[in-house]
């Protein structure tokens, strides 16, 4: 199984997949992931979304959106996101991701400024939806699709062919979609709101908090602290806070001495009998269990 590496920030470690350019090209299955969802977080490099068997739901800040095999989406940099099945029963949803970082259009003023920036800072434009029904959109997921293979095989030469591509890809957008440059106060400030609460959770998760802490974290109130957890994450305050804990448990499980209660007391459970309660849950196997299968894996899976 697969979790990606993020700080506290949120912001996700890209491990790219050449050393000498600063491009991610996967092949993904949402069952690889814990949940089929992958964790909320955000990175600055470009991200482009192709499924290609099944369905799958992505949230972006405060949107949902549906993608079906053949769809693909775009998400802007800097943006929160995170995705999950698009049905109960479409877990095994096969998609490309592809992340692009933005310095690879950069390097001449007037194409940064009349561009690269306008671009990056779209107010309208946290994510796009691409559809083969659209002439234009269509050709955009032919070229995600053949970056996506050229960033995989690394074929001679090809460092320039992606870059070139990328600008393409970039002109594209550029023609057939209108760009505003600035970002509006009041959504900026609300996301920078609700990545302080996350973090504020993720440093202190093992520390008895309460709604109270977490809300202040993000210098609101109580009521659209919660409101905001369900509208953007799509979970409750405490669903998230305990997916966590049980996240931050398993490397202890698989790769410690420590016993049970231990890791219980260590991950903020109160006691040894409600942490394997809450991970029998989530997991369908208890902790011992878990441990067993998974001892000393320097990546251990999550069961399914």
């Avoid at 691409?130 to 050229?150: D, I, K, N």
């Avoid at 409750?236 to 806070?241: G, N, S």
């Amino acid at each position: 199984m697969l979790q990606l590496t993020i700080r506290e920030d949120l912001s996700e470690i890209i491990h790219y997949t050449s050393p000498d350019i600063p491009v991610s090209s996967l092949a993904l299955r949402l069952d690889q992931f814990i949940n089929h969802t992958t964790d909320c977080h955000w990175h600055e490099d470009l991200e482009f979304t192709i499924v290609t068997e099944g369905t799958m739901s992505y949230f972006v800040n405060d949107v949902a959106c549906r993608l079906s095999k053949g769809m693909g989406i775009f998400v802007n940099s800097n943006r929160l996101h995170f995705n999950g099945p698009g049905a109960k029963s479409s877990h095994d949803c096969r998609y490309t991701c592809l992340l692009l970082h933005p310095s690879l259009l950069r390097g001449n003023a007037h194409i940064e400024s009349r561009f690269v920036d306008p671009f990056l800072y779209d107010i309208g434009r946290d994510a796009l939806v691409l559809s083969p029904e659209t002439g234009w959109q269509r050709r955009v997921l032919s070229c995600l699709t053949a970056l996506a293979r050229m960033a995989r095989e690394q074929p001679d030469g090809y460092e320039l062919r992606l870059q070139s591509q990328f600008f393409f890809l970039c002109s594209l957008f550029y023609k057939n979609t209108s760009v505003e440059t600035g970002l509006p106060a009041g959504r900026s400030e609300l996301m920078k709101s609700i990545k302080n609460m996350i973090g504020f959770i993720h440093v202190h998760y093992a520390e008895k908090i309460t709604l109270d802490d977490i809300a202040a974290s993000g210098m609101m109130c109580r009521s659209k602290c919660c409101r905001l957890f369900k509208q953007i994450l799509r979970q409750t305050i405490f669903e998230y806070l305990l997916r966590y804990r049980i996240r931050k448990s398993i490397n202890l499980l698989a790769n410690t001495g420590m016993s049970i209660t231990e890791i219980a007391g260590y991950c903020g459970f109160n006691s040894a009998s409600y942490y394997t309660e809450v991970f029998n849950k989530t997991t369908g196997m208890a902790p011992r269990d878990y441990r067993t299968r998974n001892r000393f894996k320097k990546n251990p899976a999550f069961p399914i």
